[in-house]
């Protein structure tokens, strides 16, 4: 086996997981952006309401926060376990 195709695969995969992870945090990011708005714009539209929707607001932001987790869990996986490295040299 190539040590140069070995290193070629393990940078390959570090730069997806930089795309993964850069895509999953801008993903959070306009998401907490869009219950944020909502919530604010539910407000202006019924203020006695602002209890119940706060509490919507944060278990659907609770939510939206679980998702990046999950994908830096993949990553981690990709890095220190990497299925390519695997394929290679199987």
Same mark, same amino acid.
């Given at each position: 086996?190539?040590?140069?195709?070995?290193?070629?695969?393990?940078?390959?995969?570090?730069?997806?997981?930089?795309?993964?992870?850069?895509?999953?945090?801008?993903?959070?990011?306009?998401?907490?952006?869009?219950?944020?708005?909502?919530?604010?714009?539910?407000?202006?539209?019924?203020?006695?309401?602002?209890?119940?929707?706060?509490?919507?607001?944060? *278990?659907?932001?609770?939510?939206?926060?679980? *998702?990046?987790?999950?994908?830096?869990?993949?990553?981690?996986? *990709?890095?220190?376990?990497?299925?390519?490295?695997?394929?290679?040299?199987?």
């Amino acid at each position: 086996m190539d040590p140069s195709i070995l290193a070629n695969v393990y940078a390959f995969t570090a730069i997806g997981v930089g795309i993964i992870l850069a895509a999953a945090g801008l993903g959070s990011a306009l998401g907490w952006g869009l219950i944020c708005s909502k919530y604010i714009e539910g407000i202006a539209r019924q203020p006695e309401m602002r209890p119940q929707l706060m509490g919507q607001m944060l *278990f659907t932001g609770g939510l939206m926060e679980a *998702f990046p987790m999950i994908v830096l869990g993949m990553a981690m996986w *990709f890095v220190f376990a990497n299925p390519f490295v695997g394929a290679l040299v199987g």
